[in-house]
Protein backbone atom coordinates (compact mmCIF):
# COMPACT_ATOMS: atom_id res chain seq x y z
CA UNK A 1 0.00 0.00 0.00
CA UNK A 2 1.97 3.23 -1.24
CA UNK A 3 0.47 5.58 0.91
CA UNK A 4 1.94 4.09 3.85
CA UNK A 5 5.38 5.76 2.83
CA UNK A 6 4.23 9.12 2.80
CA UNK A 7 4.36 10.30 6.15
CA UNK A 8 4.89 8.11 9.61
CA UNK A 9 3.60 9.11 12.60
CA UNK A 10 4.90 7.91 15.68
CA UNK A 11 2.79 7.66 19.11
CA UNK A 12 4.67 7.75 22.38
CA UNK A 13 2.33 7.90 25.30
CA UNK A 14 4.11 9.65 28.58
CA UNK A 15 3.03 7.46 31.35
CA UNK A 16 4.73 6.61 33.96
CA UNK A 17 6.12 2.89 33.39
CA UNK A 18 9.21 1.46 32.35
CA UNK A 19 8.15 -0.88 30.12
CA UNK A 20 8.76 0.66 26.66
CA UNK A 21 6.28 -1.76 24.97
CA UNK A 22 3.51 -0.06 26.39
CA UNK A 23 3.69 2.19 23.40
CA UNK A 24 2.78 1.90 19.84
CA UNK A 25 4.46 2.67 16.76
CA UNK A 26 1.36 3.49 14.33
CA UNK A 27 1.70 4.60 10.70
CA UNK A 28 -0.77 7.24 9.42
CA UNK A 29 -1.90 7.27 6.02
CA UNK A 30 -2.39 10.87 4.31
CA UNK A 31 -6.18 12.72 4.21
CA UNK A 32 -8.80 10.89 2.34
CA UNK A 33 -8.55 7.05 3.50
CA UNK A 34 -10.48 5.31 5.39
CA UNK A 35 -10.43 1.49 6.63
CA UNK A 36 -12.79 -1.22 5.14
CA UNK A 37 -13.59 -4.55 6.89
CA UNK A 38 -13.86 -8.00 5.44
CA UNK A 39 -15.13 -9.53 8.39
CA UNK A 40 -17.60 -6.86 10.43
CA UNK A 41 -16.82 -9.11 13.75
CA UNK A 42 -13.75 -7.56 13.71
CA UNK A 43 -14.90 -4.06 14.35
CA UNK A 44 -14.18 -2.93 18.03
CA UNK A 45 -15.37 -0.30 18.73
CA UNK A 46 -17.15 2.49 16.93
CA UNK A 47 -17.12 6.01 19.18
CA UNK A 48 -16.07 9.35 18.82
CA UNK A 49 -12.39 11.16 19.72
CA UNK A 50 -11.57 15.11 19.80
CA UNK A 51 -8.28 14.42 17.98
CA UNK A 52 -6.40 11.55 15.80
CA UNK A 53 -3.95 11.27 19.12
CA UNK A 54 -7.16 10.68 21.08
CA UNK A 55 -8.28 8.07 18.91
CA UNK A 56 -4.86 6.26 17.82
CA UNK A 57 -4.64 6.29 21.95
CA UNK A 58 -7.99 4.04 22.65
CA UNK A 59 -6.24 2.15 19.85
CA UNK A 60 -3.06 1.26 22.01
CA UNK A 61 -5.16 0.73 25.00
CA UNK A 62 -6.19 -2.50 23.55
CA UNK A 63 -3.98 -5.41 22.70
CA UNK A 64 -6.35 -6.76 20.20
CA UNK A 65 -6.40 -3.19 18.57
CA UNK A 66 -4.33 -3.41 15.12
CA UNK A 67 -5.97 -0.87 13.26
CA UNK A 68 -8.09 2.73 13.39
CA UNK A 69 -9.23 5.61 11.36
CA UNK A 70 -10.61 9.29 12.32
CA UNK A 71 -12.62 11.75 10.61
CA UNK A 72 -11.24 14.82 12.42
CA UNK A 73 -14.86 16.72 11.21
CA UNK A 74 -17.06 13.77 11.98
CA UNK A 75 -15.14 13.33 15.24
CA UNK A 76 -15.89 9.44 14.09
CA UNK A 77 -13.39 7.22 15.41
CA UNK A 78 -12.88 3.02 14.79
CA UNK A 79 -10.81 0.75 15.94
CA UNK A 80 -10.55 -3.02 14.49
CA UNK A 81 -8.91 -6.48 15.09
CA UNK A 82 -7.97 -6.48 11.57
CA UNK A 83 -5.33 -5.08 9.10
CA UNK A 84 -4.62 -4.12 5.54
CA UNK A 85 -2.98 -7.27 4.53
CA UNK A 86 -5.34 -10.59 5.69
CA UNK A 87 -8.54 -9.42 6.50
CA UNK A 88 -9.26 -5.67 5.62
CA UNK A 89 -8.37 -3.04 3.26
CA UNK A 90 -7.21 0.65 3.61
CA UNK A 91 -9.62 2.16 0.59
CA UNK A 92 -10.26 5.76 -0.63
CA UNK A 93 -12.77 7.75 1.69
CA UNK A 94 -15.77 9.78 0.86
CA UNK A 95 -14.45 12.49 3.46
CA UNK A 96 -11.40 14.32 2.72
CA UNK A 97 -10.35 14.21 6.21
CA UNK A 98 -10.47 10.93 7.40
CA UNK A 99 -7.24 9.01 8.06
CA UNK A 100 -6.05 5.50 8.40
CA UNK A 101 -3.53 4.19 11.64
CA UNK A 102 -1.85 1.34 11.21
CA UNK A 103 0.03 -0.31 14.44
CA UNK A 104 2.88 -1.62 13.20
CA UNK A 105 4.08 -5.12 14.12
CA UNK A 106 7.63 -6.43 14.17
CA UNK A 107 9.56 -9.36 15.54
CA UNK A 108 11.63 -7.10 17.75
CA UNK A 109 8.54 -6.29 19.66
CA UNK A 110 7.64 -9.82 20.89
CA UNK A 111 11.67 -10.82 21.28
CA UNK A 112 12.34 -9.90 24.91
CA UNK A 113 8.67 -10.90 26.33
CA UNK A 114 6.69 -13.94 24.16
CA UNK A 115 7.36 -17.32 26.48
CA UNK A 116 9.09 -15.23 29.44
CA UNK A 117 7.35 -14.92 32.72
CA UNK A 118 4.14 -12.83 33.12
CA UNK A 119 5.83 -10.18 34.69
CA UNK A 120 7.54 -9.35 31.34
CA UNK A 121 4.28 -8.28 29.69
CA UNK A 122 2.44 -6.68 32.70
CA UNK A 123 2.95 -3.43 31.24
CA UNK A 124 2.98 -4.68 27.26
CA UNK A 125 0.91 -3.33 24.44
CA UNK A 126 1.89 -6.64 22.41
CA UNK A 127 0.89 -9.75 24.66
CA UNK A 128 -1.05 -10.90 27.52
CA UNK A 129 -0.14 -12.91 30.69
CA UNK A 130 -1.61 -16.70 30.06
CA UNK A 131 -3.66 -17.66 32.82
CA UNK A 132 -2.76 -21.47 31.61
CA UNK A 133 0.84 -21.07 31.26
CA UNK A 134 1.51 -17.95 33.51
CA UNK A 135 3.52 -16.79 30.52
CA UNK A 136 3.20 -14.33 28.08
CA UNK A 137 1.44 -15.12 25.27
CA UNK A 138 -0.76 -13.47 21.95
CA UNK A 139 -3.72 -11.86 22.98
CA UNK A 140 -7.16 -13.39 21.96
CA UNK A 141 -7.89 -13.53 17.85
CA UNK A 142 -4.05 -13.98 17.28
CA UNK A 143 -1.54 -17.08 17.11
CA UNK A 144 2.21 -16.99 17.46
CA UNK A 145 3.89 -17.77 13.95
CA UNK A 146 7.34 -17.86 15.22
CA UNK A 147 8.22 -14.32 15.23
CA UNK A 148 4.92 -12.19 15.82
CA UNK A 149 1.34 -12.37 17.29
CA UNK A 150 -0.24 -12.88 13.91
CA UNK A 151 -4.12 -12.51 13.58
CA UNK A 152 -6.01 -15.60 12.89
CA UNK A 153 -7.90 -16.41 9.88
CA UNK A 154 -11.25 -16.91 8.78
CA UNK A 155 -13.35 -19.49 7.33
CA UNK A 156 -11.52 -20.82 3.93
CA UNK A 157 -8.52 -18.61 4.32
CA UNK A 158 -5.31 -20.31 3.95
CA UNK A 159 -3.12 -21.51 6.53
CA UNK A 160 0.33 -23.09 7.64
CA UNK A 161 -0.26 -24.52 11.11
CA UNK A 162 -3.09 -25.82 13.70
CA UNK A 163 -4.00 -22.38 15.93
CA UNK A 164 -3.95 -20.29 12.89
CA UNK A 165 -7.48 -19.96 12.58
CA UNK A 166 -10.22 -18.10 14.60
CA UNK A 167 -10.71 -20.30 17.92
CA UNK A 168 -14.19 -18.79 18.87
CA UNK A 169 -15.72 -19.45 15.58
CA UNK A 170 -14.52 -22.85 16.03
CA UNK A 171 -12.08 -23.50 13.28
CA UNK A 172 -9.33 -25.10 12.50
CA UNK A 173 -6.26 -25.33 10.10
CA UNK A 174 -7.31 -28.36 8.40
CA UNK A 175 -4.67 -30.85 6.92
CA UNK A 176 -5.41 -32.24 2.89
CA UNK A 177 -4.97 -34.90 1.69
CA UNK A 178 -1.14 -35.14 1.60
CA UNK A 179 -0.92 -34.39 5.47
CA UNK A 180 -0.16 -30.40 5.35
CA UNK A 181 -2.12 -27.80 6.52
CA UNK A 182 -4.53 -26.11 4.25
CA UNK A 183 -7.25 -23.88 4.77
CA UNK A 184 -9.14 -23.18 7.81
CA UNK A 185 -12.68 -24.83 7.84
CA UNK A 186 -15.45 -25.99 10.91
CA UNK A 187 -14.43 -27.94 13.50
CA UNK A 188 -17.63 -29.49 12.52
CA UNK A 189 -17.83 -29.62 9.30
CA UNK A 190 -13.97 -31.36 9.38
CA UNK A 191 -14.54 -34.12 12.07
CA UNK A 192 -18.48 -34.98 11.53
CA UNK A 193 -17.17 -38.01 9.62
CA UNK A 194 -14.67 -38.90 11.71
CA UNK A 195 -16.69 -38.03 15.26
CA UNK A 196 -19.70 -40.00 14.41
CA UNK A 197 -17.94 -42.98 12.87
CA UNK A 198 -14.70 -43.01 14.69
CA UNK A 199 -12.64 -43.65 11.24
CA UNK A 200 -8.90 -42.76 11.29
CA UNK A 201 -7.82 -39.97 8.97
CA UNK A 202 -5.01 -41.06 6.25
CA UNK A 203 -3.09 -39.34 4.42
CA UNK A 204 -1.23 -39.55 0.88
CA UNK A 205 2.37 -40.51 0.94
CA UNK A 206 2.62 -41.73 -2.69
CA UNK A 207 0.01 -40.93 -5.55
CA UNK A 208 -2.76 -38.77 -6.14
CA UNK A 209 -5.07 -36.95 -3.73
CA UNK A 210 -7.63 -36.82 -6.86
CA UNK A 211 -7.44 -40.37 -7.43
CA UNK A 212 -5.70 -39.83 -10.81
CA UNK A 213 -3.95 -43.18 -12.85
CA UNK A 214 -1.92 -41.17 -14.90
CA UNK A 215 1.53 -43.47 -14.40
CA UNK A 216 4.58 -40.84 -13.91
CA UNK A 217 6.54 -41.78 -11.37
CA UNK A 218 4.27 -39.51 -9.09
CA UNK A 219 1.17 -40.68 -10.05
CA UNK A 220 -0.01 -44.43 -9.61
CA UNK A 221 -2.39 -47.08 -11.21
CA UNK A 222 -4.10 -49.73 -9.07
CA UNK A 223 -1.04 -50.62 -7.14
CA UNK A 224 -0.52 -53.53 -5.61
CA UNK A 225 2.41 -55.18 -3.13
CA UNK A 226 4.28 -52.88 -1.23
CA UNK A 227 6.87 -53.46 1.39
CA UNK A 228 9.48 -51.19 3.71
CA UNK A 229 13.14 -51.62 3.26
CA UNK A 230 16.22 -49.56 4.69
CA UNK A 231 16.06 -45.92 5.92
CA UNK A 232 11.94 -45.92 5.34
CA UNK A 233 12.48 -46.78 2.17
CA UNK A 234 8.55 -47.90 0.29
CA UNK A 235 8.96 -50.40 -2.44
CA UNK A 236 5.67 -49.97 -4.98
CA UNK A 237 4.20 -52.54 -7.46
CA UNK A 238 2.23 -50.28 -9.26
CA UNK A 239 0.10 -51.93 -11.84
CA UNK A 240 1.96 -50.49 -15.03
CA UNK A 241 4.04 -53.38 -14.16
CA UNK A 242 6.81 -51.14 -12.68
CA UNK A 243 8.88 -51.65 -9.12
CA UNK A 244 9.11 -47.99 -7.72
CA UNK A 245 11.01 -47.21 -4.68
CA UNK A 246 9.99 -43.79 -2.74
CA UNK A 247 12.29 -42.69 -0.27
CA UNK A 248 10.78 -41.30 3.28
CA UNK A 249 9.17 -38.24 2.66
CA UNK A 250 9.51 -37.88 -0.93
CA UNK A 251 6.39 -38.36 -3.39
CA UNK A 252 8.88 -38.86 -6.64
CA UNK A 253 9.17 -42.52 -7.28
CA UNK A 254 12.47 -44.02 -8.28
CA UNK A 255 11.91 -46.86 -11.39
CA UNK A 256 13.71 -49.88 -10.45
CA UNK A 257 12.60 -52.48 -12.83
CA UNK A 258 9.73 -52.95 -15.38
CA UNK A 259 8.18 -56.20 -15.56
CA UNK A 260 6.38 -58.19 -17.74
CA UNK A 261 3.10 -58.19 -15.63
CA UNK A 262 2.12 -56.43 -12.38
CA UNK A 263 4.16 -56.66 -9.35
CA UNK A 264 2.16 -58.65 -6.50
CA UNK A 265 3.51 -58.81 -3.68
CA UNK A 266 7.21 -58.15 -2.08
CA UNK A 267 9.40 -59.45 1.14
CA UNK A 268 12.34 -57.43 1.96
CA UNK A 269 15.17 -59.52 3.42
CA UNK A 270 16.55 -56.86 6.01
CA UNK A 271 19.98 -59.40 6.34
CA UNK A 272 21.04 -59.10 2.55
CA UNK A 273 18.63 -55.91 1.47
CA UNK A 274 17.46 -58.08 -1.29
CA UNK A 275 13.87 -57.50 -2.37
CA UNK A 276 11.89 -61.22 -3.43
CA UNK A 277 8.86 -60.13 -5.76
CA UNK A 278 6.36 -62.00 -7.09
CA UNK A 279 4.74 -61.30 -10.94
CA UNK A 280 1.56 -63.59 -10.46
CA UNK A 281 0.75 -63.38 -14.10
CA UNK A 282 3.87 -63.92 -15.45
CA UNK A 283 4.13 -67.48 -12.66
CA UNK A 284 7.99 -66.88 -11.18
CA UNK A 285 9.51 -65.12 -8.50
CA UNK A 286 12.25 -62.53 -8.87
CA UNK A 287 15.19 -61.60 -6.63
CA UNK A 288 15.85 -57.86 -7.23
CA UNK A 289 18.56 -56.83 -7.91
CA UNK A 290 19.83 -59.78 -8.69
CA UNK A 291 17.34 -60.93 -11.54
CA UNK A 292 17.61 -64.38 -10.15
CA UNK A 293 14.29 -66.30 -10.29
CA UNK A 294 12.23 -69.15 -9.36
CA UNK A 295 11.81 -71.24 -10.73
CA UNK A 296 15.80 -71.13 -11.65
CA UNK A 297 15.20 -73.80 -14.73
CA UNK A 298 13.09 -71.39 -16.66
CA UNK A 299 9.93 -73.72 -16.49
CA UNK A 300 6.68 -72.22 -15.71
CA UNK A 301 3.58 -73.59 -16.99
CA UNK A 302 0.13 -73.32 -16.25
CA UNK A 303 -0.55 -76.16 -13.70
CA UNK A 304 0.47 -77.03 -10.33
CA UNK A 305 3.72 -79.02 -10.11
CA UNK A 306 6.68 -78.97 -7.66
CA UNK A 307 9.21 -78.39 -10.24
CA UNK A 308 7.75 -73.99 -11.37
CA UNK A 309 5.02 -71.86 -9.71
CA UNK A 310 1.82 -71.29 -11.17
CA UNK A 311 0.58 -67.86 -10.14
CA UNK A 312 2.72 -67.33 -7.13
CA UNK A 313 0.97 -64.64 -4.75
CA UNK A 314 2.33 -64.33 -1.09
CA UNK A 315 6.00 -65.02 -0.16
CA UNK A 316 8.24 -64.47 2.79
CA UNK A 317 12.27 -65.84 3.48
CA UNK A 318 13.41 -67.51 6.62
CA UNK A 319 17.39 -66.62 8.37
CA UNK A 320 18.60 -69.21 6.17
CA UNK A 321 17.32 -68.02 2.65
CA UNK A 322 14.49 -70.77 2.28
CA UNK A 323 11.65 -68.95 0.48
CA UNK A 324 7.24 -69.87 1.36
CA UNK A 325 5.94 -69.45 -1.83
CA UNK A 326 1.92 -69.00 -2.41
CA UNK A 327 -0.01 -70.47 -5.34
CA UNK A 328 -3.53 -69.10 -5.76
CA UNK A 329 -4.68 -71.89 -7.94
CA UNK A 330 -2.68 -74.55 -6.16
CA UNK A 331 -4.24 -73.57 -3.13
CA UNK A 332 -0.96 -73.90 -1.42
CA UNK A 333 2.51 -73.25 -0.03
CA UNK A 334 5.84 -74.52 -1.18
CA UNK A 335 8.85 -74.36 0.31
CA UNK A 336 12.34 -73.61 -1.58
CA UNK A 337 15.82 -73.97 -0.43
CA UNK A 338 18.43 -71.77 -2.37
CA UNK A 339 19.05 -72.77 -6.09
CA UNK A 340 16.53 -75.29 -5.77
CA UNK A 341 15.11 -77.09 -8.86
CA UNK A 342 11.76 -78.10 -7.19
CA UNK A 343 9.66 -76.89 -4.42
CA UNK A 344 7.64 -78.84 -1.01
CA UNK A 345 4.70 -78.02 0.21
CA UNK A 346 4.54 -77.46 3.83
CA UNK A 347 0.69 -75.92 3.70
CA UNK A 348 -2.52 -77.03 2.16
CA UNK A 349 -3.48 -80.19 -0.19
CA UNK A 350 0.07 -81.71 -1.96
CA UNK A 351 -2.75 -82.45 -4.71
CA UNK A 352 -3.50 -78.92 -5.12
CA UNK A 353 -7.53 -79.17 -4.44
CA UNK A 354 -8.94 -76.59 -2.46
CA UNK A 355 -10.84 -77.13 1.10
CA UNK A 356 -12.10 -75.50 4.11
CA UNK A 357 -10.79 -77.67 6.65
CA UNK A 358 -7.70 -77.12 9.00
CA UNK A 359 -5.45 -78.74 6.51
CA UNK A 360 -6.52 -77.29 3.57
CA UNK A 361 -6.61 -73.45 1.84
CA UNK A 362 -9.18 -71.82 -0.94
CA UNK A 363 -6.98 -69.23 -2.75
CA UNK A 364 -3.91 -68.23 -0.17
CA UNK A 365 -2.73 -64.77 -0.98
CA UNK A 366 0.03 -63.21 1.10
CA UNK A 367 1.96 -65.24 3.92
CA UNK A 368 3.92 -64.20 7.18
CA UNK A 369 6.44 -66.32 8.64
CA UNK A 370 6.92 -66.41 12.40
CA UNK A 371 10.33 -67.99 12.32
CA UNK A 372 10.91 -67.80 16.10
CA UNK A 373 7.95 -69.84 16.77
CA UNK A 374 7.78 -72.19 13.53
CA UNK A 375 4.43 -70.80 12.60
CA UNK A 376 3.12 -69.51 9.10
CA UNK A 377 0.35 -66.82 8.91
CA UNK A 378 -1.86 -67.36 5.31
CA UNK A 379 -4.22 -64.88 4.08
CA UNK A 380 -6.80 -68.13 3.07
CA UNK A 381 -8.91 -65.74 0.70
CA UNK A 382 -11.72 -67.35 -0.22
CA UNK A 383 -12.45 -69.20 2.85
CA UNK A 384 -12.52 -65.47 4.15
CA UNK A 385 -9.61 -66.30 7.11
CA UNK A 386 -6.46 -66.06 8.49
CA UNK A 387 -4.63 -69.30 9.13
CA UNK A 388 -1.80 -70.38 11.30
CA UNK A 389 0.16 -73.75 10.09
CA UNK A 390 2.90 -75.42 12.86
CA UNK A 391 5.98 -76.02 10.86
CA UNK A 392 6.22 -79.47 12.07
CA UNK A 393 5.05 -81.30 9.04
CA UNK A 394 1.64 -81.69 10.17
CA UNK A 395 0.12 -79.52 7.69
CA UNK A 396 -2.66 -78.94 10.95
CA UNK A 397 -3.93 -75.09 11.08
CA UNK A 398 -6.04 -72.69 13.26
CA UNK A 399 -7.51 -70.04 12.35
CA UNK A 400 -6.66 -66.88 14.01
CA UNK A 401 -9.48 -64.23 12.20
CA UNK A 402 -12.48 -64.97 10.32
CA UNK A 403 -13.93 -67.96 9.36
CA UNK A 404 -17.24 -66.99 10.19
CA UNK A 405 -18.53 -66.78 6.42
CA UNK A 406 -17.97 -63.63 4.02
CA UNK A 407 -19.31 -60.72 5.58
CA UNK A 408 -18.62 -57.09 7.06
CA UNK A 409 -19.35 -57.93 11.11
CA UNK A 410 -16.35 -57.41 12.81
CA UNK A 411 -15.82 -61.28 13.56
CA UNK A 412 -15.78 -61.56 9.49
CA UNK A 413 -13.80 -61.28 6.79
CA UNK A 414 -14.45 -60.41 2.72
CA UNK A 415 -11.71 -61.47 0.92
CA UNK A 416 -8.75 -60.72 2.68
CA UNK A 417 -5.41 -60.11 0.67
CA UNK A 418 -2.39 -59.64 2.78
CA UNK A 419 -1.55 -59.89 6.94
CA UNK A 420 1.25 -58.03 9.04
CA UNK A 421 2.50 -59.49 12.26
CA UNK A 422 3.34 -57.58 14.92
CA UNK A 423 6.58 -57.63 16.56
CA UNK A 424 4.94 -58.75 19.76
CA UNK A 425 3.86 -61.72 17.72
CA UNK A 426 0.28 -61.16 19.63
CA UNK A 427 -1.31 -58.85 17.38
CA UNK A 428 -1.87 -58.97 12.99
CA UNK A 429 -3.14 -56.53 10.60
CA UNK A 430 -5.44 -57.59 7.79
CA UNK A 431 -5.79 -56.32 4.37
CA UNK A 432 -9.71 -56.95 4.31
CA UNK A 433 -9.77 -56.49 0.56
CA UNK A 434 -13.96 -56.68 -0.33
CA UNK A 435 -14.96 -54.61 2.98
CA UNK A 436 -12.33 -51.75 1.96
CA UNK A 437 -10.72 -51.63 5.39
CA UNK A 438 -7.95 -52.61 7.51
CA UNK A 439 -8.77 -54.92 10.69
CA UNK A 440 -6.81 -55.58 13.66
CA UNK A 441 -6.91 -59.29 15.41
CA UNK A 442 -5.43 -59.92 18.88
CA UNK A 443 -4.18 -63.62 17.96
CA UNK A 444 -5.93 -65.20 20.68
CA UNK A 445 -9.42 -62.91 19.98
CA UNK A 446 -12.64 -63.60 18.13
CA UNK A 447 -13.27 -60.22 17.12
CA UNK A 448 -11.54 -57.79 14.55
CA UNK A 449 -11.59 -53.86 15.12
CA UNK A 450 -10.91 -51.35 12.44
CA UNK A 451 -7.85 -49.15 12.26
CA UNK A 452 -8.52 -48.07 8.56
CA UNK A 453 -11.28 -47.57 6.41
CA UNK A 454 -14.85 -47.66 6.72
CA UNK A 455 -16.05 -50.44 9.45
CA UNK A 456 -19.49 -51.35 7.64
CA UNK A 457 -17.23 -52.44 4.82
CA UNK A 458 -18.39 -50.02 2.20
CA UNK A 459 -15.71 -48.19 -0.29
CA UNK A 460 -14.67 -44.39 -0.76
CA UNK A 461 -12.35 -42.42 -1.57
CA UNK A 462 -12.17 -39.47 1.21
CA UNK A 463 -9.45 -39.46 3.82
CA UNK A 464 -11.22 -41.57 6.10
CA UNK A 465 -12.19 -44.27 3.06
CA UNK A 466 -10.59 -46.93 1.42
CA UNK A 467 -11.16 -48.82 -1.97
CA UNK A 468 -10.31 -52.21 -2.68
CA UNK A 469 -6.83 -51.75 -0.23
CA UNK A 470 -4.61 -54.56 -1.23
CA UNK A 471 -1.38 -54.88 0.31
CA UNK A 472 -0.11 -53.63 3.88
CA UNK A 473 2.85 -53.01 6.10
CA UNK A 474 4.08 -51.31 9.22
CA UNK A 475 6.88 -48.64 9.91
CA UNK A 476 9.60 -50.26 11.81
CA UNK A 477 8.42 -48.66 15.09
CA UNK A 478 4.93 -49.52 14.11
CA UNK A 479 3.72 -46.34 14.70
CA UNK A 480 1.84 -46.05 11.16
CA UNK A 481 0.15 -48.64 8.92
CA UNK A 482 0.86 -48.08 5.09
CA UNK A 483 -1.92 -49.11 2.64
CA UNK A 484 -1.73 -49.98 -0.76
CA UNK A 485 -5.23 -48.16 -1.51
CA UNK A 486 -5.16 -50.07 -5.15
CA UNK A 487 -8.70 -48.67 -6.21
CA UNK A 488 -8.15 -44.98 -5.49
CA UNK A 489 -4.34 -45.30 -6.69
CA UNK A 490 -2.69 -44.42 -3.81
CA UNK A 491 -0.95 -45.14 -0.70
CA UNK A 492 -2.32 -44.42 2.65
CA UNK A 493 -0.67 -43.88 5.71
CA UNK A 494 -2.66 -44.03 9.28
CA UNK A 495 -1.45 -43.21 12.54
CA UNK A 496 -1.55 -46.46 15.26
CA UNK A 497 -0.78 -44.66 17.77
Known amino acids: ???????????????????????????????????????????????????????????????????????????????????????????????????????????????STHNQPCTWCQMDRYETCSANTSTCQCPRNSYWDGSVCALQLFQNNTCKQQNACRSDLNLTCTLDCYGLFSKCVSIL??????????????????????????????????????TMGRNSSMYVGDGTNLLLRFDQNNRL??????????????????RTSLLYVTIMESCILQIWPTNKTIPYTGLAFRNCSLNWLYR??????????????????????????????????????????????NKTLFGPYNIVLDEANSYLYVTDRYNNRIQRFMLDGSGVAVTVAGGNGAGSAQTQLRQPTD????????????????????????ISGTVGMTVAGNPNGTAGSSQFSLNRPYSIVLDIQENYLYVSDSSNNRVQRFSLR
Not at 212 to 225: K, W, Y
Not at 253 to 270: A, E, K, R, V
Not at 342 to 356: D, L, R, Y
Request: aromatic share 12%.
Open 1 to 111: MFFFHFFIFFILLNLPIAHTNYESRIAITPSGYEFQLTYSIQLLVSTTAQTIITCSAACNQLASCRTFDFDSVSKRCRLFEADGITTGSIIVSSSLTSRVGTVQISSDLYS
Open 189 to 226: TDNATHTSTMMAYGTTVVGACSGSSVMNQTLLTAPAGI
Open 253 to 270: GIPLQNYSMWPTFFFYDN
Open 312 to 357: PTGVAVDSQGNIYIASLPCNWITKWTMNSSSGIVIAGSPTGSSGSD
Open 419 to 442: IYLTKSKTEIYICDNFNHRIQKWN
